[in-house]
């Protein structure tokens, strides 16, 4: 439980900086098929905050250490969605991570028990059984066309 907490507060602590990378590079060093990539969102409870985005590569830093996703990147909260494109991104398997942070306050609000008290997501809508979910479970395959990725935020408490 600590840990599942420990992940999740860092998952929500996601600052957000400019898009470090617009097209990727194959091994030849070739340029790689990049498509677009949209992220919506949905269920969120409320317009307050914004919605944080984190597209990890690997499940290295999957879901404690946003600072190692490939892209990042901040929506805003309209009717209780939100939607957050994410151009030129490379051919191959992800996982993208969401937050809703409700007050911005760049970190994780928590209950007493250490449950996160603002909404969190995953692609797939992958569910964890006593912490966040595995990483194969949120992965998902974005090839050379757009794609759009529905996410339902979810709200432990």
């Known amino acids: 439980m600590r ?3 420990m992940c999740m ?4 602590g996601i600052t957000l900086a400019a898009q470090a990378e617009t097209a990727g590079l194959s091994e030849g060093n070739s340029p790689a098929a990049v498509a677009s990539l949209t992220i919506e969102i949905s269920g969120l409870r409320n ?3 914004e919605v944080k985005v984190a597209l990890f590569q690997s499940r290295d830093g999957f879901p404690s250490h946003p600072e190692k996703a ?3 990147a901040t929506a805003k909260i309209s009717t209780d969605k939100a939607t957050c494109e994410l151009p ?3 051919g191959g398997d992800y996982v993208v991570s969401v937050i809703h942070d409700e007050n911005q306050n760049d970190r994780v609000d928590t209950n007493f028990f250490g ?3 603002e909404g969190v997501g995953v692609s ?3 569910k964890g059984k006593f912490g966040p979910p595995a990483f194969e479970d949120a992965r998902f395959h974005h090839g050379t066309e757009n794609k759009i990725l529905k996410i339902r935020m979810a ?3």
């Open 3 to 5: 840990a599942w907490t």
């Open 9 to 12: 507060a860092l998952i929500l």
């Open 47 to 49: 317009d307050h905050g």
């Open 70 to 72: 490939f892209r990042r």
């Open 88 to 90: 030129g991104v490379p």
């Open 115 to 117: 449950l996160p008290a």
């Open 124 to 126: 797939n809508n992958a």
């Open 155 to 157: 709200y432990l408490l």
